[in-house]
């Protein structure tokens, strides 16, 4: 086995023993736990106790995070600040390690797209959770095992994945709405939040699944969150995260960055490569206009076009609300 350094090191159970006594005691029927949970639970906790020691992974050279600018030019304040910290990483000769971060722009600037490819660059593990969907904090922290739909959350999931400092992703956190604040009848999502993302309570996370006897280290995760717009998020929120304003690209930036990047993209994620031209012809990107996220779209249906006509048609300008739909058209993140 081998060894991993002190500093790039991380104990996920706090409490390794006492899991292996409480999996014996499950064997045993000891637990107050549904029986059909009963199985599932122990596969995690000996997952777990199997990740006891997990890798923390160090900062990727400058060049990997420089290149997210060739692709993301109107994402340079998000880019500085993501470097001045991966800086303070490698003066502590650390991992990489992240605040919590918050993209606030406006949909479709290319927030998650850019989120996923900065955990790329960092080489760890991501996770996507669409905030609009959250009704409570089960999704992210898990579901107590005397339930009959108990199951492990996002959170531990990913740790289990084998890094200690992964990115987690969610994904419009204004669109959670008055859940934020939770109710009599749901868990408060804000206050699940507010204490994952300090360092102190999140070194003894408790997922409902594993049960709150048997924390885990989650001081490590990496946390980035976007939003289109920052009303209904409270002060005691926002004063954990680093909020950096996006701006839709340029023209220019679209033109002659964003738009050949996306159909680089776009041929590579239908198989398209060599299959159709490798660029876009002069006119056909002229006639693209709009967010990252309705450049994504127009660039489909022109690769519609070319597979019924074999040329690239220039597209006629779209009144907004009005654009036409396909099948995938519906794709592209915010």
């Known amino acids: 086995m081998v060894e991993i350094p002190p500093s790039f090191s991380h104990r996920l159970p706090v409490d390794p023993s006492g899991l292996k006594s409480a999996i014996e005691e499950c064997r045993k029927s000891l637990l107050p736990k549904k029986e059909e949970n009963r199985k599932r639970w122990v ?7 199997k990740n006891e020691t997990i890798s923390l992974t160090p900062p990727p050279h400058q060049t990997g995070v420089d290149r997210l600018g060739d692709k993301y030019p109107h994402m340079k304040g998000a880019l500085q600040i993501v470097r001045d910290f991966l800086d303070i990483s490698r003066l502590a000769e650390g991992p990489s390690s992240l605040p919590p971060l918050l993209l606030a722009g406006p949909p479709g600037a290319g ?22 969907s959250l009704t409570h904090s089960f999704v992210l922290g898990g579901i107590d095992a005397v339930w009959g739909s108990a199951k492990e959350g996002v959170i531990l999931n990913l740790l289990l994945e084998g890094s200690g400092n992964p990115v987690m992703i969610l994904d419009e956190i204004d669109k959670a709405g008055k859940r934020l604040s939770g109710s009599s009848h749901s868990a408060s999502i804000e206050d699940f939040l507010l204490n994952v993302l ?15 006897a048997h924390p885990v280290d989650a001081s490590k995760v990496q946390w980035l969150f976007t939003a289109n717009d920052l009303k209904g998020l409270s002060k005691p929120l926002l004063s954990r995260l680093t909020v950096i304003p996006v701006q839709e690209p340029t023209p220019e930036e679209l033109r002659k960055v964003i738009i050949p990047s996306l159909y680089r993209d776009i041929l590579e994620e239908y198989g398209l490569s060599g299959k159709a031209p490798e660029s876009l012809s002069e006119e056909a990107v002229e006639s693209i206009s709009g967010s990252p996220r309705e450049a994504r779209k127009r660039i489909l249906r022109l690769l519609a ?25 519906a794709g592209g993140r915010g």
């Open 43 to 49: 596969e995690l906790a000996e997952k777990v106790l």
């Open 198 to 212: 300090e360092p102190v309570t999140a070194r003894r996370y408790t997922d409902e699944f594993l049960s709150s």
């Open 111 to 132: 927030k998650t797209a850019f989120a996923l490819d900065l955990a790329k660059a960092l080489g760890v593990p991501s996770r996507v959770v669409n905030s609009a």
């Open 305 to 329: 076009g070319y597979a019924r006509d074999g040329k690239f048609e220039a597209l006629e300008a779209e009144t907004p609300g009005t654009e036409k739909r396909i099948g995938f058209n």
